[in-house]
T-cell receptor, first 121, second 111 residues
Framework: DTGVSQDPRHKITKRGQNVTFRCDPISEHNRLYWYRQTLGQGPEFLTYFQNEAQLEKSRLLSDRFSAERPKGSFSTLEIQRTEQGDSAMYLCASRAIGRRRDRGSGANVLTFGAGSRLTVL | SQQGEEDPQALSIQEGENATMNCSYKTSINNLQWYRQNSGRGLVHLIL?????REKHSGRLRVTLDTSKKSSSLLITASRAADTASYFC???????????FGTGTRLKVLA
């Protein structure tokens, strides 16, 4: 297991179609995050999971967005009825949980995948 | 906006010079991290500084943290063309496990 994998790397779709992205985190990492990044901006938090539980969801995540992590391993992010404004890079990241949040820098570090770039025509 | 602010937004320097970028954030934090992103790629972790630390070094990187001003700076010494990338700070606020990223500084190092 060499890192966080995301699939597909690129997706071009027509407005109104549904798209799904998959993220496979580092196997021993039990926290998984989704971010959205548009050109020239920093990553914007969308949601995160601890194991299979979705613990927080940003207001950016409209009803058209849903994320799951059914077995606490891989995660999917689905966008329904895509709009041109959904065009962005969707980044997945994972991290381990330390026994204490500040014990050792490794447990607090996010490992990112290469991202899934969505273009909505 | 949920994002912190970074400045400058863009920085262009000659190889061998030092590059300094700054980050401001809004809430009390557990730690602050800096990440690097090459064009079109995912982010890579560079360095983490805890809220009770004021300065940290890693190779050519030096990070400072001023929690009273809610700000941090990243210094890259003796820059190289390969340092050309975007740099982002990220904070995790007390009581949460989510990380909020800044708007980024786009660094260009000219050979």
């Amino acid at each position: 297991d060499t890192g966080v994998s995301q699939d597909p790397r690129h997706k071009i779709t027509k407005r109104g179609q549904n798209v799904t992205f998959r993220c496979d985190p580092i196997s021993e990492h039990n926290r998984l995050y989704w971010y959205r990044q548009t050109l020239g901006q920093g990553p914007e938090f969308l949601t995160y999971f601890q194991n299979e539980a979705q613990l927080e969801k940003s207001r950016l995540l409209s009803d058209r967005f849903s994320a799951e992590r059914p077995k606490g391993s891989f995660s999917t992010l689905e966008i329904q009825r895509t709009e041109q404004g959904d065009s962005a890079m969707y980044l997945c990241a994972s991290r381990a949980i330390g026994r204490r949040r500040d014990r050792g820098s490794g447990a607090n570090v996010l490992t990112f995948g290469a991202g899934s770039r969505l273009t909505v025509l | 906006s949920q994002q912190g602010e970074e400045d400058p937004q863009a920085l262009s320097i000659q190889e061998g010079e030092n590059a300094t970028m700054n980050c401001s954030y809004k809430t009390s934090i557990n730690n602050l991290q800096w990440y690097r992103q090459n064009s079109g790629r995912g982010l890579v972790h560079l360095i983490l500084i805890r809220s009770n630390e004021r300065e940290k070094h890693s190779g050519r990187l030096r990070v400072t943290l001023d929690t009273s001003k809610k700000s941090s700076s990243l210094l890259i010494t003796a820059s190289r063309a390969a340092d050309t990338a975007s740099y982002f700070c990220a904070t995790d606020a007390l009581g949460t496990y989510k990380y909020i990223f800044g708007t980024g500084t786009r660094l260009k190092v000219l050979a």
